[in-house]
Nanobody
Framework: QVQLVESGGGSVQSGGSLRLSCAAS????????MGWFRQTPGKEREGVAA???????SYADSVKGRFTISQDTDKNTLYLQMHSLKPDDSAVYYC????????????????????WGQGTQVTVSS
């Protein structure tokens, strides 16, 4: 089992920055990939960024150049640094972990992940 706990959400004005953190515990050695997803009411969960155990990353087109995913393996913590935030970035952000291998093209596919955090709200006002 893997437990994930997000933190760092909040409210910020358009153009501002936030950093989300996700602390992983449990069988962290079994994790092959971690990602950030977001969801707004009535919409499907959207992949934002993901990072494999080898450091390879993937980003949604909507956040490229503004968001950076990183991990501190010593602290078992995943980060999402968000800059130039827009109102459209407002959502509940979820941290996720996958314990199986998959192709890089599926890094941002929610169905590939088997562990999820509880989510943290990010609100960007105009």
């Amino acid at each position: 089992q893997v437990q994930l706990v997000e933190s760092g959400g909040g409210s910020v004005q358009s153009g501002g920055s936030l950093r989300l953190s996700c602390a992983a515990s449990g069988y962290t050695y079994s994790i092959h990939c971690m990602g950030w997803f977001r969801q707004t009411p009535g919409k499907e969960r959207e992949g934002v960024a993901a990072i494999d155990s080898d450091g390879s990353t993937s980003y949604a087109d909507s956040v490229k150049g503004r968001f950076t995913i990183s991990q501190d393996t010593d602290k078992n913590t995943l980060y999402l640094q968000m800059h130039s935030l827009k109102p459209d970035d407002s959502a509940v952000y979820y941290c996720a972990a996958r314990t199986s291998y998959t192709t890089p093209s599926l890094r941002l596919s929610a169905s590939e992940y088997n562990y999820w955090g509880q989510g943290t709200q990010v609100t960007v006002s105009s």
